[in-house]
């Protein structure tokens, strides 16, 4: 009976380290960085500001081509927040994100402001660099109505 439970011991062992382990994708560092355009905004009413921002990823992406989700939200000077947006990275490198801001108008004239962005991976991955937030963005407005 001995032999019979060490050779089924020894199979089921057999049999798990047939089995390839789970990959995992790991994200270690994230940068966010954040650009206003245009800067000093003149014209008739309303304007537009396209912000322009960067999120850097560097990370273990295993299997090779697979996917990690970076989730990212903008707030803005006056208190708004966007909703949650989503990009998928196919491995480390530099991914582009953009939002605007249209305003302006009869009651509306003048206005200094700013937007910056938070970014941090999804539950699909591995977090091992938590939230980051951009730099603010800022910007001027002037414009007649």
């Not at 245009?38 to 850097?56: D, E, L, S």
């Not at 200094?112 to 980051?132: I, L, V």
């Amino acid at each position: 009976m001995k032999s019979r439970s060490i050779a089924l011991v020894a199979f089921a062992a057999a049999s798990l380290a047939a089995i390839p382990a789970v990959a995992q994708t790991v994200v270690t560092g994230l940068q966010a960085e954040l650009s206003a355009a245009p800067v000093h905004a003149t014209g008739h009413c309303p304007v537009v500001i396209t912000f322009h921002g960067k999120v850097r990823v560097e990370g273990r992406y295993s299997p090779p081509g697979s996917v990690a989700e970076i989730g990212y939200q903008f707030t803005s000077s006056d208190g708004a927040t966007s909703q949650n947006k989503y990009i998928e990275t196919h491995g480390p490198g530099v991914y582009d994100i953009t939002e605007t801001w249209t305003l302006g108008g009869a009651q509306l004239t003048h206005f200094a402001g700013w937007e910056k962005f938070k970014a941090w991976p999804t539950s699909n991955t591995q977090n091992k660099t938590g939230t980051k937030w951009s730099n603010e963005a800022h910007f001027t407005m002037t414009c007649r109505p």
